[in-house]
């Protein structure tokens, strides 16, 4: 079940926990990219947020959504 959470509520428990929420946040959403039909790259994700590439790890994601409304359209 996927369960829609607000921006504002990702950036508050990031705060609140010293910024392990979004770490956990990141695998979690490879976990559920998988579900949707896509390739699970949560360990990729979780190994660039904690480089400090969180941006990157938006951008993948990004690209397998894309990649998924790509193939329900056709």
Request: glycine fraction near 10%; include cysteine.
């Amino acid at each position: 079940m996927l369960i829609k959470r607000s921006i504002a509520s990702i950036i508050i428990f990031t705060i609140l926990t010293c910024g392990i929420y979004s770490v956990i946040w990141f695998y979690q959403m490879g976990n559920k990219i998988e579900k949707a039909g896509g390739k699970n790259e949560g360990v990729l994700y979780l190994v660039l947020t904690l480089l400090g590439l969180g941006l990157i790890s938006l951008c993948l994601m990004q690209v397998q959504e894309n990649e998924l409304c790509d193939l329900e359209v056709k």
